[in-house]
């Protein structure tokens, strides 16, 4: 019987795979394309051999049909299947990388088995070489010969065929890892080889041009990763509906049984063709050798393609000359030639619905794209779809080539035809009048396959084997990849590790953001990673944001860019407990969770500092109410929970109970990240350093954690150093890079700094650089008004009266242009008021990032919660806080307030409810409205973002002010001149809390944090005498200072010196 068969797809037990990949939906779909035996993948997965264990039963010979039991609601779908019966066939996909020849390889396999018994003997063989349940399609160390051995050791009578045979990365004649021939890879046992996937980026005539291949049955699957996706590519028989009739039709065992393939054009793949897409470059294979490879706009290599291995190894001039070519069917889904019509998406709304009347009118999908004469489509669809389906079966189509990962196009109409196409008019006939030439030609081999061998032999001669060169991105000795150009070996050679977890010990100014950012590019462009498994988690939106953007720079692509997760850790947790839970619930910063121990839970005032405190370290180490023996504790949560409330700890330990005690969601959470990336590792706390035990199981995962044992900072909040200390027992399999060079800092600021630190090996800097600057003061102010005159002195002076001064010259000898070269660093935000004072008198523009966001002190806070209120009106803590609170009824306003764009709802609140605590505060409201701009219209993300921001999130580097920060808030920006103040026993180390004990080592490394702020002059400061918390203050030089070399000091005395009043040329009225 004649029938089609789609044997490569996944699971979703497979990573990046849909979660409906179950066989009730694979046998609606399979019947919705036309599709009678589909392949059930990832059966060396223990999970997913139960459920089709549980949910087939036994057809005919080594075919299995699903149970009734287990057939959807045919009401409940949006089209009823066509009638057709759908079979299943035992099948699996393995990744082989293994090292073979000197070279490393990386091969997919495919396996299919006659029965369970089979497969069940294949996956106990498998278990005792690697894992094979954490993923659906299991990586194995393993040579692909010895697979194919364990395989037939089984069953004999077990199919091997392997996978997409040109995927650059992944496949038996892959051009990154893989062989020139089919023997290669298989060894002595290659003649059980009977059959290959050509795979989505080839088609028969690019295999045709390789007569090795003529003995192999050429296939084609869709290798789909949701149930939509099935028949991309497909197969087609007229043989007995078996397993031994389909693997005898394989075999080539009878004449005729094995009918062809339905093919994906493979154009459409994002790199057929050679080229560079940041120059907007695209050339087939011969252009790239007539151009020696080098880009025409950069002067780089090209990126070479599928099209272009094909070539290399192709011996054929002609594919006329190959005997027995069985037909192909080069297919447009039916979606997307809906999407061209209505020029909307494929997965629309609207195409949707055209899409399953169509189904319900004339049968499976494949039957309206196959078989269907014309006048019969024309009695169920219109003109215009019938045309472009008959275009697509004589292949008169418009292509553009995909090339160096940009997908290529496959259209039907051009774009004058689709003007009017799209309009539905009725003067069909010449809106689509058919001009022949301007069709892309059915020849699949567009260029001169003579010409291109015999150029590349001309290039022989001269030792210069270009294909090679291109394909392993080397030119004139030099092998780095366009994307690793950037960086330093130590750089390279972290970014592109190759896989198993990874520690980067990267200090102050070493690129530690573009390693992190070049590691996920890679990831996904040479590596093929799906963008939705790679997590990368930071501390703050700020980080996150940066992130986002180098990748975007990188990637050119902004889908791409998106589909990553780059999130704070509390955004992550938010995320998890949002999807599992389901609930609306608002998140409560520190001041709110002290009002609620107060006023709710009548905590003493006395208590409510160390009583929160308490709470917050409870979360942070993951100790349970009921061991916790505190009452507030277990009230204080009965209270959250009952109010529909997160505090910030909360949105970091109830992730890691959740997946703790939900073991099917943390399997879909640890299947959906793949690849995880930590910034900071060294400032994460226990429950931060559980919840990344839990998604990145040891010993061996895909952990990629960069940071820097120096720069933890974080005690005060339970982070632990000790945890990035012990990252290579946790995985003891871990490679560890170093980076060495600091792009950021001067080599005096190194040495300083690393003589307070007094721990590590000393980084190298660009250059010497300038001494560092220490200047005594008598009093807190004078050392206020030194920096600034200084500043001013620095910048040539900024107002006229500088120079009448005498504090500047009027010129700049530093070198500095900008008050954002500059930064003022405090050990708390209590020492800022007359560091702003001297600001405000000298009028030296600057701006402030210190402990707690804008959003968390008011009026900011008032506002946040307002806004809350009136965009949740049923939250049960918004109302019976906020309900009753303005003087006008809030019903009549909400649904005006809500009609605005955001920040007029911003501007509105704050000035018909909080306009007596934002006046003489318009600053203020516009930093935060300038922080609300980047948000749009959404709302929901701007209440998350603000409600889990921090400091620096409303800190603006591009302004032109002077940055007065906070040690903590200066964290992972840098300037060209950095100044701290008071640098003085007391502060640094700080004692002046009186109950918390002074973590001296914590306060080193926090200095250190501030000097590796400077790339190019430090000063640091301090004061014999200093008015600080409602007292007069007398402390020494901070002991920290003592152990930076003499020879890296300039001590400096004040020159300035009060003018003489000058005689301004009037006449003495007194004499």
Partial sequence: MKFIADL????????????????????????????????????????????LKDKLEPAEEGLFKLKDTYRPDLHALPVPPPSGRVRFMLTTEISNIYKKDGRLRKVHNLIFAPDFETAEKVQT?????????SDGRPILGLDSRDLLEIALQCNEN??????????????????????????????DLHEHIHAVETGLSSDPPMNWMCSFLDRYTLISN???????????????????????????????????????????????????????????????????????????????????????????????????TRKDKPPFYSLIPLKELLSELYETGPTSKR???????????????????????????????????????????????????????EFGRIRVFDKKEAKSVSSQTKLFASAVKETGNDYHSLQHIRFDITEYRRLAELKRPKQLDLVEALESKESEGQKVHPLLAPLNEEQRAAAAHADGPALIVAGPGTGKTRVLTTRIAWLLE??????????????????AQEMRERLRRLLESTEQTEEVKVVTFHTLGYQLLQERLDERRVIVDETEKRRVLRKELNCPAEELKERAAKISRFKQTLTMPEKSGDKFYKAYQNFLQA??????????????????????????????????????????????????????????????????????????????????????????????????????????????????????????????????????????????EFIARHIENMLGGVRFFSMDSGVSGGESESGLQSFADFAVLVRTSRQMKPI???????????????????????????????????????????????????????????????????????????????????????????????????????????????????????????????????????????????????????????????????????????????????????????????????????????????????????LHKSAYKKPAKKDDGQLNLFG
Wanted: negative net charge.
């Fill in 836 to 1050: 702003e004072k001297a600001f405000r008198d000298h009028s030296i523009p600057w701006q402030v990032a210190e402990e707690e966001s804008l959003f968390h002190k008011e009026p900011g806070r008032s506002l946040l919660e307002a806004l809350y209120f009136i965009s949740l009106p049923e939250h049960p803590y918004l109302r019976y806080k906020w309900e009753g609170l303005f003087e006008e009824d809030i019903e009549k306003e909400r649904e005006h307030i809500n009609g605005l764009p955001l920040n007029e709802r911003l501007r509105f609140i704050a000035g018909k409810y909080f306009e007596k605590e934002f006046k003489d505060k318009n600053e203020l409201l516009e930093t935060l409205l300038q922080f609300g701009a980047s948000f749009g219209s959404d709302v929901n993300g701007f209440l998350k973002s603000a409600s889990l921001g921090s400091p620096i999130d409303t800190f603006h580097p591009q302004s032109d002010r002077v940055a007065l920060l906070t040690f903590h808030a200066a964290k992972g920006l840098e300037f060209k001149c950095v100044f701290i103040a008071g640098c003085e026993d007391g502060l640094l180390p700080y004692a002046l809390s009186g109950k918390t004990p002074t973590d001296r080592e914590e306060e080193r490394r926090l200095l250190y944090v501030g000097m590796t702020r400077a790339q190019k002059y430090l000063i640091l400061t301090h004061a014999n005498r200093r008015f600080l918390m409602g007292r007069s203050l007398r402390m020494k030089r901070s002991p920290f200072l003592d152990a930076i070399e003499k020879d890296l000091i300039e």
């Fill in 158 to 187: 077990i199919f091997f065929v392997p996978a997409h045979i040109w995927t650059p990365w992944f496949s038996a004649l892959g051009a990154k890892s893989g062989f020139d021939s089919i023997e290669a890879c298989y060894g």
């Fill in 222 to 320: 869709s290798d789909a990763h949701s149930p939509e996706k099935l028949g991309r590519e497909a197969n087609l028989f007229d043989c007995e509906l078996t397993y031994s009739g389909i693997t005898g039709a394989l075999r080539q065992e009878n004449e005729g049984q094995f009918l062809g393939t339905v093919e994906f054009f493979p154009q459409e793949g994002k790199y057929h063709y050679d080229g560079h897409r940041k120059c907007r470059v695209c050339w087939d294979p011969l252009q790239t050798l007539q151009n020696d490879g080098r880009c025409p706009v950069c002067g780089k290599m090209v990126t070479v393609g599928v099209m272009h291995r094909v070539a290399r190894l192709a011996d054929r001039d002609h594919v006329e």
């Fill in 643 to 784: 109010h529909l409330l997160y505090d910030l700890d909360d949105l970091v330990s109830l992730p890691v109970f959740l997946l703790q005690q939900d073991a099917d969601y943390l399997r879909r959470i640890r299947e959906q990240f793949r690849w995880i990336l930590v910034d900071e590792y060294q400032d994460i706390n226990e429950a931060q350093y559980q919840l990344l035990q839990l998604i990145a199981s040891p010993p061996q995962s895909d952990l990629f954690v960069i940071g820097d044992p120096n720069q933890a900072i974080y005690g005060f909040r339970g982070a632990d150093a000790g945890f990035i200390r012990r990252f290579t027992e946790d995985y003891p399999q871990a490679v560890v890079y170093n980076l060495r060079e600091s792009y950021r800092c001067s080599q005096s600021v190194l040495r300083a700094s690393h003589n307070v630190i007094a721990s590590g090996p000393l980084l190298k800097g660009l250059q010497e650089g300038v001494k560092i600057t220490i200047a005594p003061q008598s009093s807190d102010k004078s050392e206020a």
């Fill in 526 to 543: 040479e590596q093929q990673v799906d963008a939705e498994n790679v997590l990368a988690v930071t501390f703050t939106n700020r980080a």
């Fill in 125 to 133: 063989e498998l278990a005792k070489i690697g894992n094979i349940a």
């Fill in 8 to 51: 490569h797809i996944h699971s979703h037990y497979s990573i990046a795979t849909s979660k409906n990949l179950m066989p009730e939906y694979l046998d609606y779909w399979a019947r919705l394309k036309g599709i009678t035996v589909v392949g059930s993948g990832d059966f060396t997965h223990p999970g997913w051999l139960k459920e």
């Fill in 351 to 405: 195409v949707s619905e055209a899409y399953n009347q169509l189904i319900k009118k004339a049968g499976s999908e494949f039957n309206i794209l196959l078989h269907l004469p014309p006048d019969e489509l024309s009695r169920v669809t219109n003109d215009l779809l019938v045309e472009g389906i008959g275009r697509m079966r004589r292949g008169l189509v418009y292509i553009r080539e995909g090339y160096d990962g």
